[in-house]
């Protein structure tokens, strides 16, 4: 069982970037998932989730509007769609997994539920 994580890198204040988390092992589709990112000094904080039974969606405030995530169930593909990105997006950037049923809201959107954790990617937004 494996989530891979990639896509990072620098990146220009406005600019775009799309990270992928690709897994093996289970299927994303019956899944609880989610990008959380943590910056320097910073806590880690939950960036988007969606439960497993796909029907709840939650991002953060500071990302709403601006970012995106979606599912691919054919390459077992989740991806993150960042647009105008701030320098304050910077930080390291974790994919997460959880294939048990996870669809309360106090649930899907909390780091400690998930199971399986991607490598994390470097997203630095200079200005």
């Known amino acids: 069982v494996q989530l891979q994580a990639s896509g990072g890198g620098l990146v220009q204040d406005g600019g775009s970037l799309r990270l992928s988390c690709a897994a093996s092992?289970?299927?994303?589709?019956?899944?609880?998932i989610g990008w959380f990112r943590q910056a320097p000094g910073k806590a880690r904080e939950e960036v988007s989730c969606?439960?497993?039974?796909?029907?709840?969606?939650y991002y953060g405030d500071s990302v709403k509007g601006r970012f995106t995530m979606s599912e691919d169930n054919v390459k077992n593909t989740m991806y993150l769609q960042m647009n105008n990105l701030k320098p304050e997006d910077t930080a390291v950037y974790y994919c997460?997994?959880?294939?048990?049923?996870?669809?309360?809201?106090?649930?899907?959107?909390?780091?400690?539920?998930?199971?399986?954790w991607g490598r994390g990617t470097q997203v630095t937004v200079s200005s």
């Open positions: 092992g289970f299927r994303l589709e019956f899944s609880a």
């Open positions: 969606v439960s497993s039974s796909g029907n709840m969606a």
């Open positions: 997460a997994a959880d294939d048990r049923s996870i669809n309360s809201r106090g649930d899907y959107t909390q780091a400690s539920r998930y199971y399986y």
